[in-house]
């Protein structure tokens, strides 16, 4: 049983471009929230997804949107980078939106240049 | 002042020793306590989950929450080299899912 599938696993962008990266929930799970972890701290809540609409959301700018598809897969989206977008992404998925079960994939680590 | 505290370390212990771990919290509303670990390069795997005040244990680690300290800790027994990681807590006011988490505290253990 795959667990929550995250892609790229590294990715390289430069200030201002934007970046999607995408995230496959763990089979049975419908719900996914986006976190950044930034080198040295703990993941901060960026959003969540759920029936395909935004349910929750943390104190990110409107830069960084989201997506829910039909299959429960999640994209997220940052537009003009900068340095300080520089982070790991996680995706975490969970059945139902509670947080039994609630799991993580290995992340995106994305660099800003 | 941060809504979660935690210190960062790093704790280093000798193998077989008890690891002693545990952050503070500010916001009363919070009802959900977990304790995650996360390996260099890798996403958080929860180790506890508990709700509300009062003690939690599974196997070598045990989990206690102090609602009316706003304190919680993780204890790992027998400790291994490979409970090196960093360790991090993580709380939330409702079972929907936006996870509060500290810093996290890097442990290492010695063989």
């Known amino acids: 049983d795959a667990g929550v599938t995250q892609s790229p696993t590294h990715l390289i962008k430069t200030r201002g471009q934007q970046v999607t990266l995408r995230c496959s929930p763990k089979?049975?799970?419908?719900?996914v929230s986006w976190y950044q972890q930034a080198l040295g701290q703990g993941p901060q809540f960026i959003f969540q997804?759920?029936?395909?609409?935004?349910?929750q959301r943390g104190n990110f700018p409107d830069r960084f949107s989201g997506h829910q598809f039909p299959n429960y897969s999640s994209e997220l989206n940052v537009n003009a980078l900068w340095l300080g977008d520089s982070a790991l992404y996680l995706c975490a998925s969970s059945p139902g939106g509670g947080l039994l079960g609630y799991t993580f994939g290995s992340g995106t680590r994305l660099t800003v240049v | 002042q941060k809504e979660v505290e935690q210190d960062p370390g790093p704790l280093s212990v000798p193998e077989g020793a008890i690891v002693s771990l545990n952050c503070t919290y500010s916001n009363s509303a919070f009802q959900y306590f977990m304790w995650y670990r996360q390996y260099s390069r890798k996403g958080p795997e929860l180790l506890m989950y508990?709700?509300?005040?009062g003690n939690k244990e599974d196997g070598r680690f045990t989990a206690q929450v102090d609602k009316s300290s706003k304190y919680i800790s993780l204890f790992i027994r027998d400790s291994q080299p490979s409970d090196s990681a960093t360790y991090l807590c993580a709380m939330s006011p409702d079972s929907w899912g936006k996870l509060q988490f500290g810093a996290g505290t890097q442990v290492v253990v010695t063989p």
């Open positions: 508990t709700y509300s005040s």
């Open positions: 089979s049975g799970h419908d719900t």
């Open positions: 997804y759920y029936e395909e609409e935004e349910r």
